[in-house]
């Protein structure tokens, strides 16, 4: 026994290979525990000094990128040390096998599920501006699809197809381990329920993030339970080093323009084409009607009129370029990390300022992150991690407003079919514009509820966002042996949001007292979660050929929501843009509710030999949207795989490094959107009342018999890494069954007193490959050659559902309407409609013909009978008329003569890149591509129907004018026939190859930026969606997937994503 | 030194797994704070007066319809143009997946009365100030309103499930078979003989708080009404003469004079004659009369069918009604509501209608002189004279006609031919097919000629969604072909 005593030890640290003198290097003293007792860095000439507390005890010294040392002191005073470089921890392949997946525990060699995993080094040289962007087509199943090109509209995220009708199809989203979910609950409002316009906003600057993990299978996501069944996205977040300070600068600027639009009709064209409209409906000259005068450049027909009306109404305006622009975005990420033995942080912050393709759209966004490890001893570790982003948003006053969006009220919606003769600014009698909009109320259109002038209600309309998001993550970790460690995180998230709209009444054209006007919208919300998980981690040493490991975790989840909104009309002034005052009140809401779950996850990995890899795992979970009784699920997994090339006959097989075969299955839960969903709600309301009597009832049945959906998967994939780790080669195949189908809104019959009642009845299954090739040919110091393919398919099949769950939608004795039929057999997402043939040449050409085109007559034999539509319409079909296939040949069209047209579903998609490193130069090039989705074109049935008085395309100029015309076209006629009808004319093959990034970067050698006192110097230069190889004829073949069964994939002109070139220099110091 | 001090972790962590999983029961339940739920409910009187209340607005939602199956497929009244769900059942071009065709709201009724009835057992229970004598009178509202719903169904279905449980929760038996006519009226008669001695006999009338309690709500007499109509569709003429003269003996009602004529509908609740109405009241959100809107406000609107001309005689003062009933003219004023006092209440039982009733009874049972009587007095009220009628078949006719004029759009004209049609297994068919046959065009009657003679097209299609969704329930064999 012998009483401490501390000591001064002093030294200077060299590199062990070249002598020089070693910098900020850690010297630490640790105690028998491996504690931190107190520790120093070197200076600038590789000295040290450190205090002992006691002398017994060792000393620990270390740096980046060299093989740690530990020294005894034995009373000495004086210790040099010559530290030796450690290649093992930067080559970069050997490291591969070490690395541990982002759940925190697997090695990533050693995984037997489906996941891949993206490190965003091997993206240095690939600037993109969000996740998404650099996500989209790179991995095998992860269906990526814009659903607006507008700032802040989000992605819609599908891995794996869609399997399910009414829960979440979206992924989970996990940044550093905590699930992340910055969706508002919508669906309180159980009547409007569509997430179609909420995507998913990844919140992490692509700058911040070190990897990214797609979990695809059961196996895989089975810790995450039932936030998982589909699919999770999984972000680690860059941390501190062990280093001193880096400081990194990145600048990025982005200029993006939109593709083409359909060319639409100028002035004089509309003028003619609404003139024959007319004509061909009542025989009438259009001339003589009043309203000839709004489409006539001739100012003699303006005769009676004020002059500056005709000046108004004499224009040659393409309002799609009226509101559309050069978009250009600002990038800026700033961040510093480092640390020593004990202690590492990374801050960063980000801003972020685009503007939108569309006029008035915008989005600034602030980005501050933190993130500290401190570790107390080798024992206990603790992190930390602030994240805060502010978003501030504008927009044009339609998006995300049903009454605009499905009523084809849209701002690009009007400015494709707003009469081109009319003006954008007011002009008076001597034909000069000032400040002022032109703002008619009324036109020869109709009201100017449904045609406005896009440009000023695009400009004068307000749609403001301002979230807050904020997370702040706690975390320890104790090593309480060897073999047993204990983690656990505490996380809260916040996500604040107020939207305020306002429309002014000249935004509108309308008066100022009009209750369309001077609307003003106030809406917040927030939603505050919290999230604990706890590990315990027991990996036993069992000798040299086994490895074992046993996790138990216990998650909890509280997530609160509250909103709040008020909309008010009719302010006195456009000054007053706030729903406040004394006017009239539109609507007021407001809710709250709670949500918890917990589950509990044990897991089970063994590996024997370092051959054979077993994992067995359940997650028991419940929430509070079930009722006690079926409130908690259990959910198996077990995955295994074999890594064959260890076996004996194999080992002599140099070229492979790696090669394993996987197989899993597995079971996730799945539990739908909307919160209570057991409770027996009832209502109250004067709409029920009676007398004066208050009525209060019942909302429906009560649900006892709701339960999970259950998602049962099977995996079997192969990986394959050889030639020096150069070639790598994945393949997976999979079956996903969707079990107890949650059905929202299935029919009761009326006699129980109720329209509907949810449910779980039915089975939807996909089924798909996923097949990737990386292969570096070239791996030279100056010279690096790489080239990269991944191919996917995904097949959906409804197997079985109730009776009572019939989807049918549209009527198809209407024009413009497609159906909708979801039945066993058939994939979700398909539609029927008519095929479409052409046009009627003449009248005589109009008539019924039997299956080899021989006229059939009626009882005089004489005259063939006239092909007629059905329904109660009794329309008869005329030259110039649309002609669908009779396919029953019962001379009447109707819904017998239906085709299945397609569905949304690609056949096959992926992507390839190609990289070529030559010495500092960079050049990437990356291709998309998706076969066999059909879209329905709705812009082009917008503008090509020639049925109102709705500006068309240009390709209308093939019309049918005159008897004997032949043409694809039909004739123009108002209000009349059925030239629109859901058909194939409509439906286009929405296959396309994109150029999605084509990027150059040059990185400065080190000589060259040291001069500049930096560290690291790199310029880049990315394109994006430079060119696309399709026939679809519409701006963008890249139409999101409908969110509902019951919607259908049509393309209407939302903003498209733009052709974007950014510029960008990155520097390290 | 610091000596660091922590819990084993361990034990801790299997404390904290422990305490979690035990407590997860409690911790998982949470109900929603700003909902109304079932667990909360059915406590306190004021439930059940809600529940009631609601009840009552699921009837009247149907109230639209009962008039329009009372009308659109007899000859009186011609809806309007773009009421074109309707007028093509009035062209007897019928088929199940008509929108029109719906018995949801009857449906609705029958099992809000149910829950009713089902739940005010428990606040029974648990409130005291809800007395038994009230939960009586709730429960006789309750099954006149289930009746009357029921009454309806079959005599515009004929065969329909009957459901007598509430459709409480997704265990509850939803999807029901269809039950023979017989049955469905055996069960009204048994219910309503129930009712009329729980039911509340004159407590509201003259009550000042709640003037339109005793007309716009079930009692005694309402009940008793509807009992009587019941027995009269079932043949069963003396009790339903009885029920009528108990009516009459309470001595509660009367007619109105010719003078007054007009007061039934316009402000309507008759202190008189009214015995039961659903109301509405434009002043109340939600609970305007939508038949405005929807039927008299149209344009072109309502108009009369060609009979009407040859029906009225021109001095009588009930052809002047018509829809003008709904709008409120009178003789003095001929000025109707405006567009903002849609509050014309849509009347089912009033006094004209028991004196009615009982000379159609009586004239089944061969006493022609009283029925004669009956009948007179409606007629001296319309300022005409009516002279004795000796022969059965004339009476029954002029009875028929004499319910024609004073029931004019108050939805009774298709169940009085209807009634008068089936009698004796529809020993007068051919009062319908004249009538269905004179509705529609030449190229029309052709294709109906052969059809009207099947006395189940009298009768309407089961709705198509209610077929889809109950694999239990069979089309009426007339549609299945």
């Not at chain 1, 995993?117 to 998404?132: G, N």
């Not at chain 2, 497929?73 to 199940?96: E, H, K, M, T, W």
């Not at chain 2, 648990?126 to 289930?146: P, S």
């Not at chain 2, 309806?152 to 509850?172: A, E, F, G």
């Amino acid at each position: 026994m012998y009483a401490q005593k501390s000591a001064i030890i002093k030294g200077h640290i060299t590199d062990a290979l070249t002598g020089s003198s070693m910098e900020f290097v850690n010297v630490v003293e640790i105690d028998k525990n491996g504690r931190f007792v107190s520790g120093t860095i070197s200076d600038l000439n590789g000295n040290y000094i450190i205090k002992v507390a006691n002398d017994k005890n060792p000393l620990q010294i270390s740096f980046i990128g060299y093989k740690k040392q530990t020294t005894d002191i034995n009373g000495k005073t004086q210790i040099d040390i010559k530290l030796e470089s450690d290649d093992q921890t930067l080559g970069e392949f050997r490291v591969e096998g070490q690395k541990i997946s982002n759940d925190g525990f697997t090695k990533v060699r050693d995984r037997a599920t489906a996941v891949q995993r993206i490190d965003m080094k091997d993206m240095k040289t690939l600037m993109s501006t969000s996740v998404e962007d650099l996500l989209q087509g790179r991995m095998g199943n992860v269906d990526i699809s814009s659903i607006s090109g507008d700032p802040g509209a989000g992605l819609n995220i599908r891995i794996r197809g869609t399997a399910t009708l009414n829960a979440r199809n979206s992924p989970l989203i996990v940044i550093n381990g905590i699930p992340y979910d910055a969706q508002i609950d919508q669906n309180f409002d159980f009547a409007s329920a569509d997430v179609e316009k909420f995507g998913n906003l990844i919140d992490v600057s692509p700058e911040d993030i070190e990897t990214i993990e797609v979990l695809k299978d059961a196996s895989s996501t089975a810790a995450w339970g039932s936030k998982a069944a589909n699919g999770v996205l999984m972000i680690k977040t860059k941390r501190g080093i062990k280093s001193k300070p880096i400081f990194e600068y990145t600048f990025k600027n982005t200029i993006a323009k939109e593709p083409a639009a359909i060319p639409m009709l100028d002035g004089p064209g509309y003028g003619r084409l609404i003139t024959e409209e007319f004509y061909n409906w009542n025989r009438n000259v259009f001339s003589s009607d009043l309203r000839f005068k709004q489409i006539s450049y001739n100012p003699a027909s303006w005769d009676g009129e004020p002059v500056n009306l005709y000046n108004n109404y004499s224009q040659y305006t393409d309002w799609v370029k009226e509101i559309t622009q050069i978009a250009h975005t600002k990038q800026h990420d700033f961040s510093i990390r480092g640390g020593g033995e004990k202690s590492r942080y990374n801050m960063s912050v980000g801003f972020f300022d685009e503007t939108g393709t569309t006029i008035n759209n915008g989005l600034k966004k602030l980005n501050l992150r933190s993130s500290l490890d401190y570790d107390l001893s080798s024992k206990l570790q603790f992190k930390s991690d602030i994240m805060f982003t502010r978003y501030d948003q504008y927009n044009t006053y339609d998006s995300e407003d049903d009454s605009y969006t499905y009523t084809g009220r849209q701002v690009r919606s009007i400015a494709y079919k707003r009469m081109p003769n009319l003006s954008v600014m007011y002009r008076d009698t001597s034909n000069i514009s000032y400040g002022d909009y032109y703002t008619p109320t009324e036109t020869l259109q109709g009201t100017a509820f449904s045609n406005y002038n896009p440009v000023a209600f695009a400009t004068l309309g307000q749609n403001k966002q301002l979230k807050d998001n904020a997370r702040a993550l706690f975390n320890i970790k104790y090593n309480i042996l060897e073999t047993l460690i204990f983690n656990s995180t505490v996380t809260l998230d916040i996500f604040d949001n107020k939207r305020e709209k306002f429309l002014p009444y000249k935004a509108i054209g309308y008066e100022y007292n009009s209750s369309i006007t001077n609307q003003a919208f106030n809406e917040f919300s927030k939603k505050s979660s919290i999230y604990t998980y706890n590990q315990v981690i027991y990996s036993p040493k069992l000798g040299e050929n086994h490895d074992l490991a046993l996790i138990g975790q216990l998650d909890t989840e509280e997530t609160l929501q509250r909103y709040l909104s008020t909309e008010t009309s009719i302010s006195a002034s456009s000054e007053i843009q706030q729903p406040i005052g004394d006017k009239h009140l539109n609507g007021f809401r407001s809710w709250y509710t709670k949500f918890r779950s917990m589950g509990l996850f044990v897991n089970a990995s063994y590996k024997l030999y370092d051959k054979y890899i077993f994992t067995l795992g359940t997650k028991y979970e419940g929430n509070s949207k079930y009722s006690a009784d079926s409130r908690w699920g259990l959910f198996p997994t077990v995955s295994a795989a074999w890594r064959i090339n260890k076996e004996n006959f194999l080992k002599e097989v140099t070229f492979i490094d790696d090669l394993k075969i996987r197989g899993s299955w597995g079971q996730t839960g799945n539990s739908p959107d909307g919160q209570y969903l057991y409770f027996n709600t009832y209502r109250a309301g004067s709409d029920i009342s009676y007398l004066d009597m208050q009525g209060v009832r019942p909302n429906g049945i009560e649900l006892t018999r709701l339960k999970w959906e259950t998602i049962d998967q099977m995996n079997a994939g192969l990986t394959f890494f050889g030639l020096d780790n150069r070639l790598q080669i994945e393949f997976d195949y999979y079956q996903k069954t969707t079990l107890d189908l949650y059905l929202k809104d299935s029919g009761i019959p009326a006699t129980a007193g109720f329209g509907s009642f949810n449910q779980n009845n039915g089975e939807l299954e996909n089924r798909g490959m996923e097949f990737l090739i990386d292969y570096t040919v070239i791996k030279k110091k100056d010279f690096q050659l790489n080239f990269s393919i991944n191919l996917s398919n995904n097949k959906n099949v409804v197997i079985d559902l109730p009776d009572n769950y019939s989807l049918k939608y549209g009527n198809m004795l209407e024009n413009g309407q497609y159906k909708i039929s979801i039945k066993p057999g058939e994939p979700m997402g398909g539609f029927f409609g008519y095929n479409y043939l052409g046009v009627y040449k003449n009248d005589a050409d109009a008539i019924v013909r039997d299956k080899d085109g021989e006229p059939i007559y009626g009882l005089n034999k004489e005259v063939p009978l006239n092909m007629i539509m059905g329904g109660t319409s009794a329309y008869v079909f005329e030259g110039g008329d649309a002609k669908y296939e009779d396919v029953n040949s019962d001379g009447k069209i109707d819904e017998l003569d239906l085709v299945y047209l397609g569905d949304l579903n690609p056949k096959l998609m992926g992507g390839f890149s190609n990289r070529i490193q030559y010495k500092g130069f960079v050049v990437n090039t990356f291709f998309y591509f998706k076969v066999g989705q059909k879209i329905i074109n709705q812009t082009r049935m917008n503008t090509e129907n020639m049925y109102g008085f709705d500006n068309q395309s240009r390709a209308t100029n093939w019309r049918w004018r005159r008897d004997g015309d032949i043409t694809d076209m039909p004739r123009a006629i108002y209000d009349r026939g059925f030239n629109w009808l859901g058909s194939s004319r409509f439906v286009e093959d929405g296959s396309y190859l994109r150029l999605k990034t084509l990027s150059l970067s040059y990185n400065f050698n080190e000589s060259f930026a040291q001069k500049l006192k930096f560290k690291d110097l790199k310029v880049y230069a990315t394109a994006y969606n430079l060119y696309t190889w399709t026939k679809y004829s519409g701006q963008d073949p890249d139409v999101a997937p409908p969110s509902k069964p019951d919607k259908l994939p049509k393309d209407e002109s939302r903003t498209p994503p733009s052709g974007k070139i950014l510029i960008g220099v990155n520097i390290t110091f | 030194m610091v000596k660091y001090r922590i819990l084993n972790p361990i034990f801790f962590a299997i404390i904290l797994m422990a305490l979690a999983l035990s407590s997860c029961k409690d911790w998982l339940s949470i109900a929603p704070e700003n909902n109304l739920i079932k667990e909360k409910f059915w406590t306190k009187t004021e439930d059940v007066d809600g529940a009631l209340a609601a009840t009552y607005d699921a009837f009247r939602n149907g109230a639209v319809g009962s008039l329009a199956w009372g009308e659109i497929r007899a000859d009186l009244v011609v809806f309007p143009a773009g009421q074109s769900n309707y007028n093509r059942i009035a062209a007897s071009d019928i088929n199940s997946s008509n929108d029109a065709i719906n018995w949801g709201s009857y449906y609705e009724t029958i099992n809000l009365a149910n829950t009713l009835m089902f739940y005010d057992k428990e606040v029974f229970e648990k409130d005291k100030t809800f007395t038994l004598e009230m939960k009586n009178g709730v429960d006789a509202e309750a099954l006149f309103l289930r009746s009357l719903s029921y009454f309806y169904l079959v005599r515009v279905w004929k065969d329909v499930p009957l459901v007598l449980n509430p459709s409480i929760s997704d265990t509850s038996a939803l999807f029901l078979p269809k039950v023979s006519e017989k049955e469905v009226i055996g069960q009204i008669i048994k219910d309503l003989l129930v009712a009329k001695d729980l039911a509340y006999t004159t407590e509201f009338r003259n009550d000042p708080q709640h003037p339109a309690y005793f007309n716009g709500r079930a009692n005694k007499y309402s009940i008793m009404s509807l009992l009587a109509d019941v027995y009269l569709w079932d043949q069963q003429y003396q009790k339903c003469i009885d029920y009528c003269d108990s009516v009459s003996n309470s001595g509660l009602f009367s007619l109105e004079s010719t003078e007054t004529w007009f007061n039934i509908y316009n402000p309507g609740n008759s202190p008189k004659e009214s015995i039961f109405e659903i109301q509405y009241d434009d002043n109340l959100d939600g609970q305007e009369n939508p038949f405005y809107n929807d039927i008299l406000f149209a344009k072109p609107g309502l108009t009369f069918g060609k009979i009407v001309t040859s029906l009225f005689d021109k001095e009588d003062l009930r052809l002047f009604g018509g829809d003008f009933k709904y709008l409120g003219i009178t003789i003095d004023s001929p000025v109707g509501r405006s567009s903002n006092q849609r509050d014309g209440h849509f009347i089912y039982y009033r006094y004209a209608d028991i004196l009615l009733m009982k000379a159609e009874a009586f004239t089944e049972l061969g006493n022609f002189v009283l029925a004669n009587e009956m009948v007179r007095v409606t007629i001296n009220r319309a300022g005409l004279n009516h002279g004795e009628i000796v022969v059965k078949e004339d009476l029954r006719k002029a009875i028929l006609d004499e319910r024609g004029r004073e029931f004019l759009l108050e939805g009774k004209r298709w169940f009085d031919l209807l009634r008068a049609a089936k009698r004796n297994n529809f020993e007068k068919k051919q009062i319908i097919i004249d009538m269905i046959l004179a509705g529609a065009d030449i190229q029309r009657q052709a294709v109906l000629r052969t059809k009207v003679f099947d006395t189940m097209s009298y009768y309407l299609p089961i709705p198509e969604r209610d077929l889809i969704y109950n694999p239990f329930l069979l089309q009426n064999t007339f549609y299945n072909r």
